[in-house]
C-alpha cells in the first residue's frame, strides 16, 4: 500500500475534493514501468487540476501532479531495469493519466527520461516542467541564431517557475537578462538569479497603440501571452525571436502582422507535453550541464502531499515564486 493525493468530484456540488488516501498497486492505471516516486512538483496546470472545478481533469477519480522523478521499481520494457533513476514530463500525466501525487506510478516506458548525470531527484523536480519547457525555450532561440552580447533577452513571469529557470540559464549562459516582475518584493531574488535589469511589468501592460516601437530585445521567452505578447512583438529587434511557453494572460494575441513582415520578427510555440523522446533526452542533457544547480536552492519551497490543496489555489493567485518540490514520501 501506498499514499497519494486522489481528487474525486462532488456529484452534488460540482466541485473537487483532495484527500490523501491508501491505495494499492492494482489500484494504478496500466503501463509498461512502475516507479517509485521521489518528488514532484506545484505547476499552473496542477493549480488548475485542483481547483474548484476541475480544470485539464477529464475523468475521476484523479492524481494530479504533471510531472514526477523517481526510481524504476518493474518494467516490463527493455530500456528501463529496476533501479534506474528517471524524469517524466508532459504527455498528459496528472491530466488524463493518474500523475505524480503519489508514492507510486505506472506509466508509458515511452515517457520516461533517465535522469541525467549529475542530477538528483530533488535537483530534477526543481527544474520540473517549467525549467525543461525553459531550457525547451532556450534551444528554440539558439536554433534561430540568439548568441550572448545580441543584446539584452526579456523575460516575462520572471518570478514564476517557467521565468525563474529560464533567467538563471540564460544569465549562467552569458545573456543579459531582462526580468519582468510586477512584484517589487522580487528584485532581490531575480538579481540573485542573474537578471541584470528588471522591467515594470506595467510598462508592457498598456493597449498596443502603434505596431511597431524602438527596437528592444534580442530575443523573448514569454510565459504570460495575449496584450504583453502583442506589446513585445513590435520592440524586438530586427529577425528576433520571441519563443512562447505560456497563455497565463489568455490565449487572445491583439497584434499586427507588422512586426512579423516589417522586422521578420519570429513566433515560436513552445509546448512541452508532446515532445518526442530524443528533444526531451537533448533538453535534460543540457539542463545537467548549463543549469547553474547551485541557484536551485533559492528557488525551492518543498511542500509534501497534505499541503497541496492550499498550493493550488497559491499558484493559480500568482502567490508562488520559484519552484515548489513535493516530497510524497515526507
Same mark, same amino acid.
Given at each position: 500500500?501506498?499514499?497519494?493525493?486522489?481528487?474525486?468530484?462532488?456529484?452534488?456540488?460540482?466541485?473537487?475534493?483532495? #484527500?490523501?488516501?491508501?491505495?494499492?498497486?492494482? *489500484?494504478?492505471?496500466?503501463?509498461? @514501468?512502475?516507479?517509485?516516486?521521489?518528488?514532484?512538483?506545484?505547476?499552473? +496546470?496542477?493549480?488548475?487540476?485542483?481547483?474548484?472545478?476541475?480544470?485539464?481533469? #477529464?475523468?475521476?477519480?484523479?492524481?494530479?501532479?504533471?510531472?514526477?522523478?523517481?526510481?524504476?521499481?518493474?518494467?516490463?520494457?527493455?530500456?528501463?531495469?529496476?533501479?534506474?533513476?528517471? @524524469?517524466?514530463?508532459?504527455?498528459?500525466?496528472?491530466? =488524463?493519466?493518474?500523475?505524480?501525487?503519489?508514492? +507510486?506510478?505506472?506509466?508509458?516506458?515511452?515517457?520516461?527520461?533517465?535522469?541525467?548525470?549529475?542530477?538528483?531527484?530533488?535537483?530534477? =523536480?526543481?527544474?520540473?516542467?517549467?525549467?525543461?519547457?525553459?531550457?525547451?525555450?532556450?534551444?528554440? /532561440?539558439?536554433?534561430?541564431?540568439?548568441?550572448?552580447?545580441?543584446?539584452?533577452?526579456?523575460?516575462?513571469?520572471?518570478?514564476?517557475?517557467?521565468?525563474?529557470?529560464?533567467?538563471?540559464?540564460?544569465?549562467?549562459?552569458?545573456?543579459?537578462?531582462?526580468?519582468?516582475?510586477? #512584484?517589487?518584493?522580487?528584485?532581490?531574488?531575480?538579481?540573485?538569479?542573474?537578471?541584470?535589469?528588471?522591467?515594470?511589468?506595467?510598462?508592457?501592460?498598456?493597449?498596443?497603440?502603434?505596431?511597431?516601437?524602438?527596437?528592444?530585445?534580442?530575443?523573448?521567452? *514569454?510565459?504570460?501571452?495575449?496584450?504583453?505578447?502583442?506589446?513585445? /512583438?513590435?520592440?524586438?529587434?530586427?529577425?528576433?525571436?520571441?519563443?512562447?511557453?505560456?497563455?497565463?494572460?489568455?490565449? *487572445? /494575441?491583439?497584434?499586427?502582422?507588422?512586426?512579423?513582415?516589417?522586422?521578420?520578427?519570429?513566433?515560436?510555440? !513552445? *509546448?512541452?507535453? /508532446?515532445?518526442?523522446?530524443?528533444?526531451? #533526452?537533448?533538453?535534460?542533457?543540457?539542463?545537467?550541464?548549463?543549469?547553474?544547480?547551485? +541557484?536551485?536552492?533559492?528557488? !525551492?519551497?518543498?511542500?509534501?502531499?497534505?499541503?497541496?490543496?492550499?498550493?493550488?489555489?497559491?499558484?493559480?493567485?500568482?502567490?508562488?515564486?520559484?519552484?515548489?518540490?513535493?516530497? @510524497?514520501?515526507?
Amino acid at each position: 500500500m501506498f499514499n497519494a493525493l486522489l481528487v474525486d468530484k462532488n456529484t452534488e456540488t460540482g466541485n473537487t475534493e483532495a #484527500r490523501i488516501t491508501s491505495l494499492s498497486i492494482d *489500484d494504478l492505471p496500466a503501463g509498461d @514501468v512502475l516507479v517509485a516516486v521521489d518528488y514532484s512538483t506545484v505547476n499552473y +496546470k496542477d493549480g488548475l487540476c485542483l481547483g474548484a472545478g476541475g480544470g485539464l481533469v #477529464r475523468s475521476y477519480p484523479h492524481i494530479p501532479g504533471i510531472d514526477f522523478a523517481g526510481t524504476v521499481e518493474a518494467s516490463q520494457d527493455a530500456r528501463f531495469t529496476p533501479g534506474d533513476k528517471v @524524469v517524466l514530463t508532459g504527455w498528459r500525466v496528472g491530466e =488524463m493519466h493518474w500523475g505524480g501525487y503519489s508514492q +507510486k506510478a505506472r506509466v508509458n516506458a515511452d515517457w520516461l527520461v533517465p535522469l541525467p548525470e549529475g542530477l538528483t531527484p530533488r535537483q530534477a =523536480m526543481a527544474v520540473g516542467t517549467a525549467g525543461f519547457t525553459a531550457m525547451l525555450a532556450v534551444l528554440g /532561440l539558439e536554433k534561430q541564431g540568439l548568441k550572448p552580447g545580441a543584446g539584452p533577452v526579456l523575460v516575462t513571469g520572471a518570478a514564476g517557475g517557467v521565468g525563474s529557470v529560464a533567467t538563471a540559464l540564460l544569465a549562467n549562459l552569458g545573456y543579459d537578462v531582462a526580468a519582468v516582475t510586477g #512584484r517589487p518584493e522580487t528584485e532581490s531574488y531575480l538579481r540573485a538569479l542573474g537578471a541584470t535589469q528588471l522591467v515594470p511589468r506595467s510598462s508592457l501592460s498598456e493597449t498596443v497603440k502603434r505596431p511597431l516601437e524602438s527596437e528592444a530585445w534580442a530575443g523573448c521567452i *514569454d510565459a504570460v501571452g495575449s496584450s504583453m505578447l502583442a506589446r513585445i /512583438l513590435g520592440q524586438m529587434q530586427y529577425g528576433a525571436s520571441v519563443a512562447a511557453v505560456g497563455l497565463a494572460g489568455g490565449a *487572445d /494575441l491583439p497584434a499586427s502582422v507588422i512586426p512579423f513582415l516589417l522586422r521578420g520578427v519570429n513566433l515560436l510555440g !513552445i *509546448d512541452s507535453v /508532446l515532445q518526442p523522446y530524443e528533444n526531451r #533526452r537533448v533538453a535534460w542533457e543540457r539542463l545537467a550541464k548549463d543549469l547553474p544547480l547551485e +541557484k536551485l536552492e533559492s528557488m !525551492i519551497q518543498v511542500a509534501q502531499l497534505s499541503d497541496l490543496p492550499q498550493l493550488g489555489r497559491d499558484i493559480l493567485a500568482g502567490q508562488v515564486k520559484g519552484r515548489i518540490v513535493v516530497d @510524497v514520501n515526507a
